[in-house]
């Protein structure tokens, strides 16, 4: 059974920074696309950053130039480095990777970002 595991959120200040990681046990095969999402209270799921099987990225433009999304393919792991949070990003943060039978979600990890 394959479980997607998110680690690295937490309470932080404006313009401090975290790293999110997301360990994948099991088999995901077909992998397309891995990426990060996050969902605020009364809005709605949606993508931070994307990491494609070739290792394209893709950012959202309110996390351009802040955020980075890596992978670490031997570990089974993704990661996004956030840098110079902001109270904006305040949100659950989920991983997800995407075969080209299903996705796969993590449980989510809050972060929160005070002004």
């Known amino acids: 059974q394959v479980q997607l595991v998110e680690s690295g959120g937490g309470l932080v200040s404006a313009g401090e920074s975290l790293r999110l990681s997301c360990v994948v046990s099991g088999s995901i095969f077909s992998i397309s696309a891995m990426g990060w999402y996050r969902q605020a209270p009364g809005k709605q799921r949606e993508s931070v950053a994307i990491i494609t099987r070739g290792g394209g990225t893709n950012y959202s433009d309110s996390v351009k130039g802040r955020f980075s999304i890596s992978r670490d393919n031997a570990k089974n792991a993704l990661y996004l480095q956030m840098n110079s949070l902001q109270p904006e990003d305040t949100a659950e943060y989920l991983c997800?990777?995407?075969?080209?039978?299903?996705?796969?979600w993590g449980q989510g990890t809050q972060v929160t970002v005070s002004s």
């Open positions: 997800n990777f995407r075969s080209i039978f299903r996705d796969y």
